[in-house]
């Protein structure tokens, strides 16, 4: 789904009935565990209220292949439900780093936002980075994976305009031998891979175990699932155009594919 581009009131008011919506502490903490598992945490637990020690929820990012749980990474998060006009302090970054366990990573997330100086505190120490989620981050999260928001219809002529004169364009364009458009959902985001229209398929030589293609004007070589009709080794590509961002939110795409001569020539349409 498009959401139309927020302003900073939009995110002012989103932000601040983000905020009310919660009633304590605890009620934002029970929030996060599926915000966290949404966001690729697995096992994620709410800590006991008199034993946390400033964290407040733990959960774990699987290694490799889930092949054994050497590998393993653990997050430990901090969440701090505040007014949104009250910024969290270095003091509170300090005293998170305190208490980090060799091999872990931290997470501070708010409905508010960070001092200057707290931000500088997070990224001071390379070997413990603090990951930093304020409400605006928290919003944008929200609205990429469809939770806890609503969407009211808005009719766009300019998108409409944009449609239309997009596909003029592929019609009159009489040189690409093949061109087809296929959805790239959630779940091949999540998946890391790339699903390959029958069309295209049915144009590769089936002892292939490489395709090299062209995406977004970039030669890549890909791996071929013929099982599954997929390329994979797709997650840097992913992150280079944005549909996955360095929080690990992502949202569906259109892959508009064409063969031009010999070359498949793979665009991504957002």
């Known amino acids: 789904m498009n959401v139309i581009d927020l302003n900073d009131k939009d ?20 929030f996060l565990k599926p915000f966290l598992t949404t966001n690729g945490l697995d096992e994620v637990t709410v800590t006991r209220r008199t034993r946390d020690g400033g964290i407040d929820l733990i959960g774990k990012r699987r290694g490799l292949g889930g092949f054994s749980n050497e590998d393993d990474v653990k997050y430990y998060v901090q969440a701090k439900r505040n007014n949104p006009k009250n910024k ?16 872990t990573k931290r997470l501070f997330i708010t409905t508010s936002d960070f001092t200057k100086n707290a931000k500088e505190e997070a990224l001071k120490d390379s070997f413990r980075p603090i990951i930093l989620i304020n409400g605006k981050r928290l919003i944008d999260n929200c609205i990429d994976n469809e939770l806890g928001m609503l969407y009211k219809p808005v009719f ?28 790239i959902s959630k779940n091949d985001i999540r998946a890391r891979i790339l699903p390959i229209p029958s069309v295209i398929l049915e144009t590769i030589p089936p002892k292939s175990n490489k395709l090299k293609v062209y995406i977004n004007k970039k030669e ?5 699932n013929w ?36 070359k498949i020539i793979i665009e991504f349409l957002k």
């Open 11 to 30: 995110y002012e008011e989103l932000i601040f009935k983000f905020y009310t919506y919660f009633k304590n502490a605890f009620d934002f903490e029970k």
């Open 88 to 103: 969290v302090d270095v003091k509170k970054i300090r005293e998170l780093r305190g208490v980090m366990p060799s091999g």
């Open 156 to 183: 766009s002529k300019i998108s409409i305009d944009n449609l239309i004169s997009r596909e003029k364009e592929l019609t009159e364009n009489i040189s690409d031998s093949i061109h087809v458009e296929k959805l």
């Open 220 to 224: 890549e070589i890909l791996n071929i």
């Open 227 to 262: 099982e599954r009709k997929y390329l994979g080794g797709i997650t840097k590509i992913y992150r280079d155009n944005g549909i996955i961002t360095s929080e690990n939110s992502f949202s569906t795409c259109i892959s508009d594919w064409r063969i031009k001569g010999d």
